[in-house]
């Protein structure tokens, strides 16, 4: 199922999620932590770690289909 997120306010933004079963979706929440917070993610390494996990990153076009 296709999803999103986004901030829509300015200070930066904080998400909790509870993924059950989590399986191995808490080592990818690991890997995406540890990006460097104070600079915009690398679109490679977000797309690397992405499809270790074997997800798919879409654009808001493919996601209302």
Do not use: Q
């Not at 890997?31 to 654009?59: G, M, N, Q, T, W």
């Amino acid at each position: 199922v296709g999803h999103g997120f986004t901030n829509v306010g300015a200070p930066p933004a904080r998400t909790l999620f509870s993924v059950t079963p989590a399986a191995n979706f808490a080592r990818f929440f690991e890997e995406l932590s540890a990006l460097p917070a104070d600079l915009p993610p690398a679109p490679a390494k977000v797309h690397e770690i992405f499809a270790r996990y074997e997800i798919d990153i879409v654009s808001p076009e493919e996601v209302c289909r």
